[in-house]
Nanobody, 121 residues
């Protein structure tokens, strides 16, 4: 069974920084895409940053220049470095991955349980 486990959320003041981690574990043959989404209260879940199938990165316009996604392929882990945080960044941050656990089976899309980021003074 494959799962994603996020960590690193918490309370931070405006202008501060946080680093989120997401580790994929279980039977993993390959990871196609992996990245971060967020959902603020009363809003739809939205893309934050993701590694595409080609290895490039996509960012939401609202976080460009402030957030950086990185990864450690050996550990099947992605990170989200969040700087210059704003109150509007407050949300539950979810890790998502499209991956193949068995080359003879279809790929799967999985989500982590989420980690809460609160930006407030």
């Amino acid at each position: 069974q494959v799962q994603l486990v996020e960590s690193g959320g918490g309370l931070v003041q405006p202008g501060g920084s946080l680093r989120l981690s997401c580790a994929a574990s279980g039977s993993i043959f390959s990871i196609v895409t992996m990245g971060w989404y967020r959902q603020a209260p009363g809003k739809q879940r939205e893309l934050v940053a993701v590694f595409t199938s080609g290895g490039s990165t996509n960012y939401a316009d609202s976080v460009k220049g402030r957030f950086t996604i990185s990864r450690d392929n050996a550990k099947n882990t992605v990170y989200l470095q969040m700087n210059s945080l704003k109150p509007e960044d407050t949300a539950v941050y979810y890790c998502n991955a499209d991956l193949v656990s068995d080359p003879d089976l279809d790929g799967i899309d999985i989500w982590g349980k989420g980690t809460l980021v609160t930006v407030s003074s």
